[in-house]
């Protein structure tokens, strides 16, 4: 568990904001550039001090202003992976990994060098020099050499912001495994959803400096806030469940979301878990049940809010204790007098639904200290 | 034949040149590394002031440098008395003496190589050792200092270079004795000053030039490579 409340002023900037991240799971901060996610970053790994605040990770008291408590980076155990790798230049990729494992000080090595060679694939680059790397690569092994320092907080500050779209491809796979594999709690910073989608299980939403909203990334992506810091491309909703039946020559997943089953043209194996989006711009609002129809969901619904954005409406519709959001024009609201406790069909095209194996911290066996009390998370 | 080879005093200027120039860089270098660090890291009270004493000796007539140097370490001087009567040692008129002069000379050229090679490692590195445990000596002797090691060098190399031609400085506070203080330059001015001296100060010219063509291909030579080896 990490509690964070900090709050600082600079010249044009103002700084003031609360949050806590459950451990073991992954925290994204997620927000627009400049609203202060490096801020937290170097406040959290103590590169920057705070003029008042209270940090305490895992029941240790790391920041205080109220009673001098300071501790120095070099002490905090927060590993840091940033944007632009920050590999050493004139070591190479073994003596960069093993920079933080050979400064542990007394502290637990669960993490051991084999494991995070083979977890990131680096075994064919531990001879080169850091110049010799792709940006991926030195991605990997900035990661690498983080886990290794055996931290108590993995920090990610942007780590595939510099990278373009092919090496970010290459990268986040390793980061799921590591998220799946690790048992570290994990900071997430990041201006993309996408990433946000993929890696986390809660998001605390930034904007100038303040928490805007922060909960479980299901939560979040209904909060109007999100809508307007990252528009209509974030538009979703997210379904977590487990797979019950895939169908190998459709090529159809069947998912259990609570009482909701949705079909999802998604490879999985049945009792996996997965994630799933649903744009709200892909799905279709029906006042009958339609009988002859391509979509492979059309799921009951009620209306329980309307959200009126620029040009459309955003419809929150509730389906067994499930969000689910449509996007529609205002004259299509008019028209099918769509408003609050109205009862209606959603139509959600399996293809339109994108979906990633997430199997949620909480889930895993063996329950340790700091693992949460179950049915926090979906 | 004679007009070609070096006399054997010939020899002794620039083994002695060569002595005092590697004195010089020995005292400048660690006094030089650490004003570097201060003054491109570190932000104190009266740090403009210190940076335009650094390079005070870069645009003062060395003359007026070997004067002060003589006002402080003559053997009246405040420092000079002081280092007479502790350790006996005497700064003027000695080899030491002359090492010294250079190395004020050459000071600030060590630390302008120095300084903007360590303006060119990004304080993000040092950072990143913070959070993975590094205390800062531990920082400094394992990321800073070794990513200064291209200014070390490069600014080493000038240093000794511009050493083995210091003159004012050196005549002024060390004089111009054969074996103790007269070094290349000197034993040139010496031998332009004596009757048919000519052919002795041009053999002296052309060593000269020689050592400096060597210095700076040395510094070029090593900056190159270790571009290489970080591959900027």
Redesign the interface.
Known sequence: MLEFQASLRREAFKLNLEFSAPAPSVTALFGRSGAGKSTVVALLAGLLKPERGRIVLEEQVLFDSATGVNAPAEERAIACVFQDARLFPHLDVRANLRYGQHRVRGRPTPISEAEIVELLGLARLLERRVHELSGGEKQRVSLGRALLAQPRLLLLDEPLASLDAARRDEVLPYLERLRDEIRIPIVYVSHSFDEVLRLAEHVVLLEHGEVLASGPVARICLEPALHAIAGEGVMGSVLEGSVVNYDTDEGLATVKCGQLSLRVAVAAAPRERLRIFVPAGDVVIALNEVKEVSTRNVIPVEIVRLEPLEGSVLLHLEVGGRALLARVTHSAVRELRLAEEVRCYALVKAVAAQGRRFPGRGDRAPAGPGNQAPGERT | MSSVALSPSEWQAFWLSLDVAARSVLFSLPVAIVVAWLLARRRFLGRTVVDAFVHLPLVLPPVVVGYFLLLLFGTRGPIGSWLKSTFDLQLVFTTAGAALATAVMSFPLVVRAIRLSIENI?P??E?????????AL?RFL??TL??MTPGILVGTVVAFSASLGEFGAVITFASNIPGETQTLPLALYTALQTPNGDVAAARLAVLSVGLGLAGLLASEWIARALRR????
């Open positions: 990004d993000g590195l950072d990143v050792a913070r959070t993975l445990g590094a205390r531990d394992t990321i070794p990513l080896r970080f591959g900027r």
